[in-house]
T-cell receptor, first 113, second 113 residues
Framework: AQSVTQLDSQVPVFEEAPVELRCNYSSSVSVYLFWYVQYPNQGLQLLLKYLSGSTLVKGINGFEAEFNKSQTSFHLRKPSVHISDTAEYFCAVSDTGGFKTIFGAGTRLFVKA | KAGVTQTPRYLIKTRGQQVTLSCSPISGHRSVSWYQQTPGQGLQFLFEYFSETQRNKGNFPGRFSGRQFSNSRSEMNVSTLELGDSALYLC????????????FGPGTRLTVT
């Protein structure tokens, strides 16, 4: 069975500081990983995804994530955050067939001025 | 192009009633997934449909059901509503499955009293 653990429920950070949101997964088969963002009162939006290839994945809005198979992690990073990055971020894993996505509990990123 | 639309946006029902929620995917998308989002449980996968066939189902009781029509529009139904069914129900569409980018609708907020 697949599962996703987001290690931090809330991450406060000052504007222009770097941030890392941590995600660990477990899966007995090939892994397909995603990060989604949810702004207040909106649906989710894809930030980036890893299906295969380079372990460093670049996404929208300056975010990137690194797939680490040995540590079963897929941490999300941004070198300098903005107030507008305040949102909830979800790490997710899909099954091989693409029939089901399991989401983590979410990390609320709060960017302070 | 138009995004994923969900109707209604808000619903208030009483225990024991049933409810039907509707989702219209992005034109050309054939896969539709449904999720339940609550503060305590986060985002939980309900089911996924492709070409009118349910390909996967989450761990929800049989009171939760769904279907997909030939135009890819999807409905989900919850019978014999319980207080714990109060949640935001999100629909997401993608081209052929969850390995593609999922586009989320704004959700239907269901309140059971």
């Amino acid at each position: 069975a697949q599962s996703v653990t987001q290690l931090d429920s809330q991450v406060p950070v000052f504007e222009e500081a770097p941030v890392e949101l941590r995600c660990n997964y477990s899966s007995s088969v090939s892994v397909y990983l995603f990060w989604y963002v949810q702004y207040p009162n909106q649906g989710l939006q894809l930030l980036l995804k890893y299906l295969s290839g380079s372990t460093l994945v670049k996404g929208i809005n300056g975010f990137e994530a690194e797939f680490n198979k040995s540590q079963t992690s897929f941490h999300l990073r941004k070198p300098s955050v903005h107030i507008s990055d305040t949102a909830e971020y979800f790490c997710a894993v899909s099954d091989t067939g693409g029939f089901k996505t399991i989401f983590g509990a979410g990390t609320r990123l709060f960017v302070k001025a | 192009k138009a995004g994923v639309t969900q109707t209604p946006r808000y619903l208030i029902k009483t225990r024991g009633q049933q409810v039907t929620l509707s989702c219209s995917p992005i034109s050309g998308h054939r896969s539709v997934s449904w999720y339940q989002q609550t503060p305590g449980q986060g985002l939980q996968f309900l089911f996924e449909y492709f070409s009118e066939t349910q390909r996967n189902k989450g761990n929800f009781p049989g009171r939760f059901s769904g279907r997909q029509f030939s135009n890819s529009r999807s409905e989900m139904n919850v019978s014999t509503l319980e207080l714990g069914d109060s949640a935001l129900y999100l629909c997401a569409s993608s081209l052929v499955g969850t390995l593609d980018e999922q586009y989320f609708g704004p959700g239907t907020r269901l309140t059971v009293t």
